[in-house]
């Protein structure tokens, strides 16, 4: 039953999420906040598909244990592409509420995106072992989190001083998928149920690239 579900889960998710950046990518029409939450929204389904789709696979067939590498390859592809994700929203930021300053911040996206990156790549990771160490998995998600915690300030102000209602539930998803997210990682490999979290994380992240569908629709009637 669990593979059944969370294959079709995994499944509509995938194709949700990069058929609607690809959309946003083509009727954006030269607006570029549109075409970054396009690209945004294939990059988020493009680096979870290298997880999911073996763990789809795992699942309908001999199992987990039989594809750890192949698993944790995957983490690692989806760990680096997530921080991405979060990048392109920054730069979703700056254009939508017309930043041309802030030169601090910006360098503290891209700084906490390195070390991030830089962390995931370590070898002492072990992605490839069934029995990864727990205190990599909380290392490389202290820049992850700093640096989620920033977007969420950001957008948090931002939508409240400029009453941008259609945008004003954005801190909300990015808070939500952490929150979601963070019990997995310390909890997921000695209490499994907790991997469960995952679906509403990804949730959230369908949530995020909504509101960026639905503002450019608003904006181009389509």
Known sequence: MQAIFETLFDIV????????????????????????FGIMAIILGAGDAFHLVPRAVALCTTGLADYTAVLGAGKLVTSITMTIFYVILYHVWRTRYQVSNRHAVTAAVYLLAAVRILLCLCPQNAWLSASAPLRWG???????????????????????????????????????????????????????????????????YVWTVLIGYRSMQQHTGK
Request: proline fraction near 7%; glycine fraction near 6%; aromatic fraction near 14%.
């Open 138 to 204: 909380i290392y490389r998600n202290i820049p992850f989190a700093l640096l989620g915690l920033l977007i969420i300030l950001l957008f948090y102000r931002s939508t409240r001083k400029s009453v941008d209602d259609p945008f004003r539930p954005m801190w909300l998803t990015i808070v939500l998928s952490f929150g979601f997210y963070i019990p997995v990682v310390l909890w997921a490999d000695t209490i499994p149920v907790v991997g469960m979290l995952m679906i509403p994380k990804t949730l959230a």
């Open 13 to 36: 998710y995938l194709i949700s999420v990069i058929t609607i950046g690809i959309t946003m990518v083509i009727r954006s029409n030269g607006n570029r906040q549109y075409r970054l």
